[in-house]
């Protein structure tokens, strides 16, 4: 069963910048490699959102919301992906998470937390 792991997250002020991590662990590369994957957050009192997702041959797509100051990437071999956030605004703060787009059969991971807050 592949376990989807996110880290990274913590509390920043507006305008600062975080890393996001996520790796699949159990995942068999041949399966993972071809998939598109996605970050996808979730806010208090909201559903569930996809804010950048990345095909296996590395096109991106991105939420307006976050256009211009988000960037996902992907590192197959590790199979894992990233989220940078930089000009993060208090409307960032959610629960962060990674999985398939769309999603398959694997379970969610338990996010990470991004608080914006000054």
């Known amino acids: 069963q592949v376990q989807l792991e996110e880290s990274g997250g913590g509390l920043v002020q507006p305008g600062g910048s975080l890393r996001l991590s996520c790796v699949a662990r159990?995942?068999?590369?041949?399966?993972?490699?071809?998939?598109?994957m996605g970050w996808y957050r979730q806010a208090p009192g909201k559903e569930r959102e996809l804010v950048a997702s990345?095909?296996?041959?590395?096109?991106?797509n991105y939420a307006d919301s976050v256009k211009g100051r988000f960037t996902i990437s992907r590192n197959n071999s590790q199979k894992k992906v990233y989220l940078q956030m930089n000009s993060l605004k208090p409307e960032d703060t959610a629960l962060y998470y990674c999985?398939?787009?769309?999603?398959?059969?694997?379970?969610w991971g338990r996010g990470t937390q991004v608080t914006v807050s000054s």
């Open positions: 999985n398939t787009v769309p999603v398959n059969n694997w379970s």
């Open positions: 990345i095909s296996s041959g590395g096109t991106t």
């Open positions: 159990r995942a068999i590369f041949s399966v993972y490699a071809p998939l598109d």
